[in-house]
């Protein structure tokens, strides 16, 4: 985890220096002004939900992207096949690790780190909002008025090129260029390299945060998939604090998850 805070360290200060080179000009510190105050640490529903005030784990749902994709009929079918296919399952039970050395590639993409067990802060500016998660990954949203890379310099990335703008106060965001495969670590749901995702990000009271999302993929749906995904203020911590994934200790060997005495 060392590395990764280094990285989100390094973006942070290269923001900051963009926005300094930037200078406080009359006309930044109004547009500051106008910006909704997002300022603190936020968590999913599924992080509030897991652990209690007592430390209990409860059980909870398996939230939006869990949900069921509206698939056209060829990939329907293989949506279908996967549920049922027990090898498939037991192979998956055996071996899957949520975090760490090991885990899959899209539980650190977008956007299922939207959705996942995780506290997050958010920062903002005039020029791009960023989301930094507890486990390294930032995303950023730039809202300076550019567009989205040419289709030479656009390739698909775990959490995609995002570009955004402030509607009043909601964040409308576009993102593309998203790497295929599954959306979510709680379901088989999966997009393709088109998949076009849309925000509209907003307050709805001091301590929520409300995150409308829709998914258009014209390879597998035959419409938009549309879900709300909410996330509250932290109010018991004041930072971010760089942690060991425990799954780290727990290597996969021969397709299965060994758990460690230690």
């Known amino acids: 985890m060392r590395r990764s805070s280094q990285l989100v360290a390094a973006a942070v200060l290269a923001v900051a220096a963009t926005h300094a080179a930037a200078g406080n000009s009359a006309k930044r510190v109004q547009a500051f002004a106008r910006l909704p105050d997002w300022t603190g640490l936020w968590e999913t529903e599924l992080s509030k939900s897991i652990t209690n005030a007592a430390g209990r784990s409860e059980v909870f749902s398996l939230g939006n992207l869990g949900g069921h994709p509206p698939y056209n009929p060829e990939w329907e ?8 296919d027990p090898v498939a399952a037991e192979k998956q039970a055996n071996s899957f690790k949520g975090c760490g050395v090991g885990s899959p590639e899209y539980i650190r993409s977008f956007p299922n780190i939207m ?9 903002v500016t005039p020029e791009e909002t960023l989301f930094v998660m507890d486990h390294g990954e930032v995303r950023h949203i730039y809202t300076d008025g550019r567009h989205h890379p040419g289709k030479d310099d656009l390739w698909p990335t775990p959490l995609g090129d995002s570009v955004g703008h402030w509607k009043g106060q909601t964040l409308v965001v576009d993102t593309v260029a998203r790497t295929a495969g599954p959306v979510s670590i709680f379901g088989t749901g999966e997009v393709s390299e088109q998949a076009h995702f849309s925000e509209k990000v907003r307050l709805t009271d001091k301590d929520t945060l409300e995150d409308e999302l829709t998914i258009e993929d014209p390879v597998r749906f035959v419409r938009p998939w549309t879900m709300k995904v909410h996330y509250s203020r932290v109010r018991d911590i004041d930072r971010l604090i760089p942690y060991d994934c425990e799954a780290d200790r727990n290597p996969v060997i021969d397709g299965k998850l060994t758990i460690s005495p230690k």
């Open 115 to 123: 959705e996942a067990p995780m506290v997050f802060q958010v920062v």
């Open 77 to 84: 079918q293989k949506y279908q096949a996967a549920l049922t």
